[in-house]
């Protein structure tokens, strides 16, 4: 039988838990980014932390404890013009520390960074309970190490996130999707890519079965007539290009699978590789980051068998957790170096 | 400035070590003491000690054969890219030998599908962009320094730049690096979107100061060149009303890719230097746009409205490129005007920019304690300090005076929410105000990194943290090397 969650209250009730903890936690926000094999052990959950400690709209700064829900963030934002400019991908319940710890970052990454890019600051507490603080609040900072990137996307694996410092950013006046009818997704890639290639300042370049590729402008309202007009000229050769009458966006940021007995896997690779790796798989859920990101579902269970490629594919929903190719041995050793230092109880060990 | 005694160990071992690493690095090593003089300091030229050694590698395969070599001889390294720290973060020390970029410059691949160039690491930062232009694309991080300093010097320091407002620092640019650990193993950090399987170690290597292994090649995200920028310059009587207008600009919503901020005394001396014929005022901004003319005129249509509500002495549009060459002009020269006047020390704070007000009032205070002059000249949209302190480098004391004026300054930007460091990097320059900012608590978390990837602390090991909070871990290394000896 599994204890009841612990929900401590704040930074330092929750130090003192994983001080006393004496088997593996499993430490979660909302739980709405667990992949394979995460989540073992007695459930310590951050939702009590929660509030803005700080918000200057005209510093772009925004400080935010780690178990306050992604959705009051993007309100409160919204209330003053502004956004996380990375995106994250929303489920109910999904808190800011989840985003963080999973750098989860939607299709503006192309243009605007990803969640470890707008992070400039945070607060974690380590195995052994102690509360370490790095970077800070502001956007130029390169005092000592950087461990906001080594904390962003760790997925709990060395600490636990309590407090995160973003960079916040304008929301766009004006947007458009232009849309191009594309056989399949690798057909996409070279529209993609032309766009991507030319000064059109796209924030977004994807496709979705069904609809074709899709690329977004944002900016102010003339610019993104202007580029509009010369991106449908770049992107004659490759068909009419739409203006997309939704917006499919939402979409993209939370791919899913129509089959919810299949994997889903996560390929990240260089676009000029995509068609290689597409030729090799079913036709993916979405396409995103100009080709660089692939998801697609495979019976559950079942490896892909991928042409040598840059970059990485890994089964993100599924019974195992599985990365192909295997890590880089050297960076699996350093890896496992800075666990042993970060988590020496193996406290963290529910996020293997 | 402290540093550590060097290892009479290594140094009673110097003819074997140089003979071995002349194995290691055929016709790659320099050890005559008038040619290792030049490799004594870097561009905070205060502070001098020459190597025992340098070692010019080829390629990755001699930087890891130097490496182990130097590993298993417990000899310390520092590494080198151009040598244009203003932080004394490639100074080496006596009994160390530095490993320096300078043969590897090639261009290894350029990607314009996949929007990435690949590169040796001492090739120099306005290179790369050069290696790109013709096929329409740049990469953005700009130092000031681009001409000289090298892509592997930027990696170490996670380098600026004037135009990061819009386009970020290295590490946002950063997709990947060919790394060489102290004990000469050779891994890859990073992958497509800079993003690999497990924890972002290339993101922690960024900005680490060579202290974590020695970057070899790195792939950097290339980005289309804009068609066209253009600035405006907008005259103030008051700085604190310069920095309300910052504030309105970014709160707006506009985004330029530059914002810089000139005080009187850095305008008077860029005037006698350049007369890039500025306004006489107390502040003046430099805000730069960019896109189409279209595009531009519509930004800068807010932008003029935003700051023509702040009273401005003067607002001056350029209509041509003389008159945005003129406009950059007086910041661009600004650092060699105030070389014209005397002796600096370039300071590098960063704070949150709602702080402006209250820290120049503070910096003026100090300077009537201290009795020195200071000029600021910054980055304003990101609060990228940049206080220039004179001095007079002949009169004893003056250093040492303008120095603790200078930590003051920097204690003062911790104190209202910013940091000691916002583009330059700790080095040695830095090491001992690093108490101001963290605990010991938070530089033990950073130094457990670098026992991970370099055990014995033999890479520009005493540098970042302050002596006394390594020095546990230094001297462990010697004890470790005379146990070994014996």
Known sequence: MRDLPMRPDGEAALAEAIRSARAPLSVTGGGTRLEPGEGQGARLDTRGLTGVTLYEPEALTLVVAAGTPLASIVDILAAEGQMLAFEPPASPGSTIGGVAAANASGPRRLQAGAARDAL??????????????????????????????????????????????????????????????????????????????????????AWLPGRG??????????????????????????????????????LLRCPNTHDPQADLWRIICRPSQAAALLAALPEPCSLDWGGALIHVALPAGELPQLPRFSGHARRIRGAQPAILPAPDPVAARLDAGLRARFDPRGIFQGAP | MEMPEPDAAVLARRDAIVA????????????????????????????????????????????????????????????????????????????????????????????????????????????????????????????????????????????????????????????GVTMVLMDGTVVELGGPMGEAPGFDLLGVVCGSEGQLGIVTEATLRILPKPAGARPVLVAFDSSEVAGACVAAIIRAGILPVAIEFMDRPCIRATEDHARAGYPDCEALLIVEVEGTPPEIDEQLALIREIALSFHPVEFRESRSEEESRRIWLGRKSAFGAMGQLGDYICLDGTIPVSALPEVLAGIGDLSRRYGLGVAN??????????????????????????EAFGADILRLCVKVGGCLTGEHGVGIEKRDLMHDQFTPIDMEAQMRVKDVFDPHWLLNAAKVFPLDISASRREARRDAGSADAA
Request: charged share 20%; net charge negative.
């Open chain 2, 20 to 175: 071995a690493l002349r194995d290691a690095a055929p016709g790659a090593v320099i050890d005559d003491p008038a040619e290792t003089r030049a490799y004594e300091c870097d561009a905070l030229a205060a502070y001098r000690c020459p190597p025992m050694a340098v070692v010019l590698p080829r390629s990755t395969a001699e930087v890891a054969a130097v490496l182990r070599l130097c590993h298993d001889e417990r000899v310390p390294v520092v590494p080198r890219g151009a040598g244009t720290s203003l932080a004394g973060g490639s100074m080496p020390t006596a009994d160390a030998v530095v490993v320096g970029l300078a043969r590897l410059t090639e261009v290894l691949e350029i990607s314009p599908e996949d929007r990435l160039v690949r590169v040796q690491a001492g090739r120099t930062n306005l290179s790369v962009s050069g290696a790109v232009d013709g096929l329409g694309f740049f990469y953005a991080p700009d130092p000031s320094s681009q001409l000289a300093c090298a892509i592997g010097g930027n990696i170490g320091m996670n380098s600026g730049g004037a135009h990061c407002l819009k386009y970020g620092v290295t590490t946002n640019n950063l997709l």
């Open chain 1, 120 to 205: 400039i600051g945070l607060r974690f507490i380590d195995g052994q309970g102690n509360v370490v603080r790095n970077g800070g609040r502001v956007m130029k900072n390169v005092t000592g190490y950087d461990l906001v990137k080594l904390m962003a996307g760790s997925r709990g694996r060395l600490g636990v996130l309590t407090e995160l410092a973003f960079r916040t950013a304008p929301i766009p006046q004006s947007r458009l999707t232009l849309c191009l009818p594309a056989r399949d997704a690798a057909a996409a890639i070279p529209a993609l890519t032309a766009a991507l290639g030319g000064p059109f300042d796209v924030s977004g370049a």
């Open chain 2, 377 to 402: 000249v910054f980055h304003a949209g990101d609060g990228n300090m940049h206080p220039l302190i004179l001095y007079d480098a002949n009169a004893p004391g003056d250093l040492e005076r303008a």
């Open chain 1, 213 to 250: 590729a899709l690329i977004r402008l944002e900016g102010l309202e003339g610019s993104v007539r202007l580029r509009a007009e010369s991106l449908r000229k770049t992107l004659a050769p490759f068909g009419d290009p739409g203006d997309a009458q939704d917006d499919p966006w939402p």
